[in-house]
Structures are given as structure tokens and as C-alpha cells.
């Protein structure tokens, strides 16, 4: 079993309709990230969440850690055919090797 | 500009011809290391290494080899690549186990 488990595997939005994308691991979390792909490219940083109860926003995007740093979300608001793509959700974790581990991700695609 | 930078983009080779696919970052990382990405399998970790001489497996690390002989260059080897190895690979690097900053992804096929 995987890790860290993301849900949903896919979703489906028409543009202008919030979503929010899950990511749940069963041990506490050192540091959680969330990355954006376009299909078949390369991984683009979005946001780094460290302390527990903690939210960061960008543009209209905002991420959750929740308190015991298991779980967080990403949540869009007002979603446009730009944030179609692939987000991930990877972490390291509070104890043993310095290992990242990552969700098998949450294909967007927002319709217009 | 930070980066981490991979070549080539794009590889198509046959069956047991040796193959490099170069890494490189400007961001005086520590930590680097290489993935592969497959559809339903997600990333998954071939090598890392922590510094400078100092490389260790990852998940997946059989038929692949890598060096770290400077700090800025992470190559991965395929001494004798086999088809199962069409993927998708990324590069990353990261600092004081800070996000990691990837590389745009090198398309493998073999043959």
C-alpha cells in the first residue's frame, strides 16, 4: 500500500467550481509539499507545509496540514482550465531515513 | 536561474546499449536523486545520494547505477537497459529536507 494515499485519482470540474484534493499518511509527517504536473513534464513546487495546524495560499490555491501532520488538503477556489494537471502530494517523514515519498497523484481537468 | 537540468528530453535506444542521462543543479544542493515515473505506479526512487561520493538505493534501483563525483552532477547509468525500463525519469534536489526541485523529466524508450 501506498505511503501517502491521495484521493480522488481523478476529478472532473467545470471551470468556476471549487475542488478539493486529499492527501493522508499513516505516520506524522516532517514536511509536506504539493507539486502540479503537466502531463509528461517535470513537477512544479507549489507549496511546503511544516507545522501542524498550518495553511498556505497562492493565487487560488490553498494548503492544509491538519494538527497531528497526517493529513492535508489542497483546496482550489473558482477553478480555471489552468489548473488542469496532475497534483501530487510528497513528504518526509518525522522519524528514520531522510526518504521523500510521494501519492500517486490526482489528475484535474477543469472543462470550460 | 535555479535549476535542475536533465538531458536529454527525449531518449529512444535498443535493448542492452549503454545509456547516461545527465543531471545537473545550480542550487548547491546536498540531497539529489532520480525517479521514474509509471502510469499507476506513481514516483518511485531508484538512487540518491546525500552528498558528495555518497550514494544509496531507492526502491527500484536494480539494472541502474549513478556517481556523485561533484556536487552539482548526478548522472544515471543503464549499463544494459532492458525494455521494462521505458519510463518516465525525473532528476530532483533538495537542502535540509526542503521541497525538492525537480528536472523536466527525460521520456526513456528501449527497444
Known amino acids: 500500500s501506498q505511503e501517502l494515499e491521495q484521493s480522488p485519482q481523478s476529478l472532473i470540474v467545470q471551470e468556476g467550481k471549487n475542488l478539493t484534493i486529499n492527501c493522508t499518511s499513516s505516520?506524522?509527517?516532517?514536511?509536506l509539499y504539493w507539486y502540479k504536473q503537466k502531463y509528461g513534464e517535470g513537477l512544479i513546487f507549489l507549496m511546503m507545509?511544516?507545522?501542524?495546524?498550518e495553511e498556505k495560499s497562492h493565487e487560488k490555491i490553498t494548503a492544509k496540514l491538519d494538527e497531528k501532520k497526517q493529513q492535508s488538503s489542497l483546496h482550489i477556489t473558482a477553478s480555471q482550465p489552468s489548473h488542469a494537471g496532475i497534483y501530487l502530494c510528497?513528504?518526509?517523514?518525522?522519524?528514520?531515513?531522510?526518504?521523500?515519498?510521494f501519492g500517486t497523484g490526482t489528475r484535474l481537468k477543469v472543462l470550460a | 536561474e535555479a535549476q535542475v537540468t536533465q538531458n536529454p528530453r527525449y531518449l529512444i535506444t535498443v535493448t542492452g546499449k549503454k545509456l547516461t542521462v545527465t543531471c545537473s543543479q545550480n542550487?548547491?544542493?546536498?540531497?539529489m536523486s532520480w525517479y521514474r515515473q509509471d502510469p499507476g505506479l506513481g514516483l518511485r526512487q531508484i538512487y540518491y545520494?546525500?552528498?558528495?561520493?555518497?550514494?544509496d538505493k531507492g526502491d527500484v534501483p536494480e539494472g541502474y547505477k549513478v556517481s556523485r563525483k561533484e556536487k552539482r552532477n548526478f548522472p544515471l547509468i543503464l549499463e544494459s537497459p532492458s525494455p521494462n525500463q521505458t519510463s518516465l525519469y525525473f532528476c530532483?534536489?533538495?537542502?535540509?529536507?526542503?521541497?525538492?526541485?525537480f528536472g523536466n523529466g527525460t521520456r526513456l524508450t528501449v527497444t
Open positions: 530532483a534536489s533538495s537542502q535540509d529536507r526542503g521541497p525538492l526541485h
Open positions: 505516520k506524522t509527517l516532517y514536511g
Open positions: 507545509l511544516q507545522k501542524g495546524g
Open positions: 510528497g513528504a518526509t517523514k518525522a522519524s528514520g531515513t531522510y526518504k521523500y515519498i
Open positions: 542550487m548547491n544542493h546536498e540531497y
Open positions: 545520494s546525500m552528498n558528495v561520493e555518497v550514494t
